[in-house]
C-alpha cells in the first residue's frame, strides 16, 4: 500500500534556528501534498496544501514566510520552520494520496517539534 | 480550518461496553473517514464510508452516516483497555485533490 515516510521523528532546535521537515511518497507519486499541525489535546490543523512545481497554497492564518514549503519533485515535500520560537512546538505531520483519488489518503508518522 | 465538532469530547468506559462517538461537519463530502490516534503519535486509518453509504462494519467498528443531517457517528463494541486514544472524523470534499478536514477529536479512555 501508499507508503508516506516523514522525518525526523522528533527535533529539538533553538529559537532563532531554521528547522527542515521532510515528507516522501515512496511507493507512489503524489502531485499534491498536505501539512498539519497538532498542538496537545487538540486536533489536526491543516497548514498547507503543496504542489508539486508550484506554490503551496496556505490555510488562512498560516504565515507562509515562515513555514515554508517546497515541493520539488513528485516524491518529496519539505516543510521549513524559519526563524523558530517556541510557540511553534507542536507536532508537525503530512499526508498524501495517489494523484486523484478520493481514498488512500496516508500520514507520515509526524515530528515533534521542540523550540526551546 | 475544522470541519466541525465532534461529541463527546471524553468519554470514560469500562471494558467490554460499547463506545458511541458523533460527528458533525458543514460542507458536502465525497467521504468522511475515521482515524485513531495514540498519545500524539500518528494516525491510523480506521474506515472510510462515502457519501452514498448509510452503514459499515468493520470488526467491532460499526459506522453510520447521515448527509442529510451532516453527520456520523463510529460504535466501538465490546471495548478493550488498547482501545484507549483519541478518535477524529475528517472529511473529503467533492473535489479531488483536496485535503482531509479533521474535527475535534474524542477522547477514548477505557478502564479494565
Known amino acids: 500500500g501508499a507508503v508516506v515516510s516523514q522525518h525526523p521523528s522528533w527535533v529539538i532546535c533553538k529559537s532563532g534556528t531554521s528547522v527542515k521537515i521532510e515528507c516522501r511518497s515512496l511507493d507512489f507519486q503524489a502531485t499534491t501534498m498536505f501539512w498539519y499541525r497538532q498542538f496537545p489535546k487538540q486536533s489536526l490543523m491543516l497548514m498547507a496544501t503543496s504542489n508539486e512545481g508550484s506554490k503551496a497554497t496556505y490555510e488562512q492564518g498560516v504565515e507562509k514566510d515562515k513555514f515554508l514549503i517546497n515541493h520539488a519533485s513528485l516524491t518529496l515535500s519539505t516543510l521549513t520552520v524559519t526563524s523558530a520560537h517556541p510557540e511553534d512546538s507542536s507536532f508537525y505531520i503530512c499526508?498524501?494520496?495517489?494523484?486523484?483519488?478520493?481514498?488512500?489518503?496516508?500520514f507520515g508518522s509526524g515530528t515533534r517539534l521542540t523550540v526551546v | 480550518s475544522q470541519q466541525g465538532e465532534e461529541d463527546p469530547q471524553a468519554l470514560s468506559i469500562q471494558e467490554g461496553e460499547n463506545a458511541t462517538m458523533n460527528c458533525s461537519y458543514k460542507t458536502s463530502i465525497n467521504n468522511l473517514q475515521w482515524y485513531r490516534q495514540n498519545s500524539g503519535r500518528g494516525l491510523v486509518h480506521l474506515i472510510l464510508?462515502?457519501?452514498?453509504?448509510r452503514e459499515k462494519h468493520s470488526g467491532r467498528l460499526r459506522v453510520t452516516l447521515d448527509t442529510s443531517k451532516k453527520s456520523s457517528s463510529l460504535l466501538i463494541t465490546a471495548s478493550r483497555a488498547a482501545d484507549t486514544a483519541s478518535y477524529f472524523c475528517?472529511?473529503?470534499?467533492?473535489?479531488?485533490?483536496?485535503?482531509?478536514?479533521f474535527g475535534k477529536g474524542t477522547t477514548l479512555s477505557v478502564s479494565s
Open positions: 464510508i462515502r457519501s452514498n453509504e
Open positions: 475528517a472529511t473529503l470534499a467533492n473535489q479531488a485533490g483536496t485535503a482531509l478536514i
Open positions: 499526508s498524501a494520496s495517489p494523484s486523484g483519488l478520493y481514498s488512500g489518503y496516508t
